[in-house]
């Protein structure tokens, strides 16, 4: 078994990570932390304790509630989705929740949950980074204890997904949320495996996909799966600032199955200051990376929709 915790930011591909890190045969879910960045924080804590609550198989797991604050805020049309998910009748047949609370605060919660495991853990972060780095400012001593950090976010092409003043349209959100704090774990010795915009690009959400879904809603997860991506706008047409991509479950199911996707070692440096603030870039001499580039796209929705049917 490998210890995974899982640190997400209750967007809706974050909560489908959850539930499929809850599915994988071969790991050790050993904490969650939420930070309230790509959504408000109580309904992504709620809808995150739920979702352990019904598709956890009876695993006990607490959820622990970031009070990390970033420097550019997610557009609140995006955060408010969160409301929407926690209130999805699948997790609320019961009328109660009973996984609780952790009692500190995430990045404190990051550091007892990795130094009680025995072993090493592997932490899979779908959302900014600011909770990992205040970990590693309180107790850099984590470090010897992560075996490896999969992050969705960043992107090494200069075609950024945020369309805000003040910045260039290289950056991705995730980093521009706190772009210090990407910097603060790049200045780290964790060995890091990035999935950035370049391999999303492979997996948008369409609606030949959420077809399939609806076809397999028999499967309770898959249900969750169609439900939570009715939400949020598919590539139709043409791309928009507001089309979704499966970033975060691509990011989770490689994490798992390494076979899916492509990689190369690059070396790289990241932005803190001026418009391109967030900005991951290649650069001789640079800290060095392992960067997902190219999806089997067909196999990876098929995995989703295997370990999704492990929790009928
Ligand atoms: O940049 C991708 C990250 C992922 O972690 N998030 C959404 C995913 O959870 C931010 C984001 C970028 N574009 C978005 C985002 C959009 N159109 N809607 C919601 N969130
Ligand atoms: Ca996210």
């Known amino acids: 078994?490998?210890?995974?915790?899982?640190?997400?930011?209750?967007?809706?591909?974050?909560?489908?990570?959850?539930?499929l890190l809850l599915q994988m045969p071969d790991v050790h879910l050993t904490g969650v932390g939420v930070i309230g960045a790509d959504a408000y924080l109580e309904p992504a804590v709620s809808a995150s304790r739920k979702v352990i609550d019904r598709f956890s198989h009876g695993a006990?797991?607490?959820v622990a509630a970031s009070n990390s604050r970033g420097v550019h805020p997610f557009p609140k049309e995006w955060r408010m989705d969160a409301f929407s998910l926690d209130a999805l009748p699948?997790?609320?047949?019961?009328g109660t929740i009973n996984t609780?609370?952790?009692?500190?605060?995430?990045?404190l919660d990051l550091i007892d949950k990795v130094q009680a495991t025995a072993g090493k853990t592997t932490l899979v972060m779908t959302g900014p980074l600011t909770d990992l780095a205040r970990a590693l400012e309180t107790d850099p001593s984590i470090a010897d204890k992560i075996d490896r950090?999969?992050?969705?976010?960043g992107t090494l092409d200069n075609r950024g997904n945020v369309a805000e003043p003040e910045q260039d349209g290289t950056v991705e959100w995730n980093a521009y949320w706190d772009p210090q704090a990407v910097k603060t774990v790049w200045d780290s010795p964790l060995t890091i495996q990035m999935v950035g915009l370049e391999s999303t690009h492979q997996v948008p959400l369409t609606p030949a996909v959420?077809?399939?879904?609806a076809t397999l809603r028999?499967?309770?997860?898959?249900?969750?799966?169609?439900?939570?991506?009715?939400?949020?706008?598919?590539?139709?047409?043409?791309?928009?600032?507001s089309t979704y991509f499966l970033w975060d479950v691509l990011t989770t199911v490689a994490s798992d199955t390494p076979s899916l996707v492509t990689t190369k070692t690059v070396t790289t440096d990241v932005l803190t200051t001026g418009p391109g603030q967030g900005r991951t870039f290649e650069v001789?001499?640079?800290?060095?990376?392992?960067l997902v580039t190219t999806v089997d796209h067909d196999g990876f929705f098929r995995r989703i929709d295997e370990l999704a049917q492990l929790a009928d």
């Not at 078994?1 to 539930?19: A, C, E, I, P, T």
């Not at 950090?149 to 976010?153: I, T, V």
């Not at 959420?210 to 879904?213: F, L």
């Not at 028999?218 to 600032?241: M, S, W």
């Open 100 to 107: 609780p609370i952790a009692s500190k605060p995430a990045h």
């Open 210 to 213: 959420r077809q399939h879904w």
């Open 1 to 19: 078994m490998r210890n995974v915790y899982f640190n997400h930011d209750g967007s809706v591909d974050d909560l489908v990570s959850l539930l």
């Open 60 to 62: 006990t797991l607490n």
């Open 149 to 153: 950090l999969y992050w969705m976010g």
């Open 284 to 290: 001789a001499d640079g800290r060095p990376i392992t």
């Open 218 to 241: 028999q499967h309770p997860a898959l249900d969750f799966i169609g439900q939570g991506y009715a939400l949020v706008p598919p590539l139709e047409h043409f791309e928009t600032n």
């Open 90 to 94: 699948i997790l609320n047949e019961s």
